[in-house]
């Protein structure tokens, strides 16, 4: 099976621009979790979703951040401006249902704003 | 708001020693993973611990969760040049919900 798609896998560009991150998770995973990871702050989850529906967006920094998630298979987070200090490795995981399920992660997007 | 402290946060050794991380909360787990993440990719699941005492082992891994199910290690024996990369515990602070807190991490390096 597949795992976790995330595209791009880097991204460079101006501070200012939209960026748009794409997931697609494994087939059949109810949860889809998008998570920042910067050497500072470690990992940390932004938002997640339960059969497409946002759950949580407590983690989500600020405005300029949104996420969605269209159908099953499909997820973007788009920051819209973006400023040099979101510079981070996004990474998106999906997971079947219950806590104790692992988490599954895709490769990251290493996003470098300038 | 809950947290999970791991320590080390670092950690450098020579193959052969073994080394034991930690993870602790002042909250109490539902459930807790340990995951290992390799440069370029994402975290990959070792374990789950779900039952206070619980002790499961992964070829020269043991994890332990706590009695109270509020702290959890990880043992590793005899480590080798393969075991180096980033270890992250996370817990589960609400059962049903699928939500993990990650810790810091340890970054682990064996030296030949």
């Known amino acids: 099976d597949a795992g976790v798609i995330q595209s791009p896998r880097h991204e460079v560009t101006e501070m200012g621009q939209e960026v748009t991150l794409r997931c697609k998770p494994i087939s059949g995973h109810d949860y889809l979790f998008w998570y920042r990871q910067t050497m500072m702050r470690g990992l940390e989850l932004l938002i997640y979703f339960n059969n497409n529906v946002p759950i949580d967006d407590s983690g989500m920094p600020e405005d300029r951040f949104s996420a969605k998630m269209p159908n099953a298979s499909f997820s973007t987070l788009k920051i819209q401006p973006s400023e040099p200090r979101d510079s981070a490795v996004y990474f998106c995981a999906s997971s079947r249902a219950s806590s104790n399920q692992p988490q599954h992660f895709g490769d990251g997007t290493r996003l470098s704003i300038l | 708001t809950q947290l999970l402290e791991q320590s080390p946060q670092f950690l450098s050794i020579q193959e052969g020693e073994n080394l034991t991380v930690y993870c602790n909360s002042s909250?109490?787990?539902?459930?807790l993973q340990w995951y290992r993440q390799e440069p370029g990719e994402g975290p990959v699941l070792l374990v789950t611990v779900v039952t206070g005492g619980e002790v499961k082992k992964l070829k020269r891994l043991t994890f332990q969760f706590g009695d109270a199910r509020k702290d959890s290690s990880l043992h590793i024996t005899a480590a080798q040049p393969g075991d180096t990369g980033l270890y992250l515990c996370a817990g589960s602070f609400i059962s049903n919900t699928g939500k993990l807190i990650f810790g810091q991490g340890t970054t682990l390096q064996v030296k030949p």
């Open positions: 909250s109490v787990f539902s459930s």
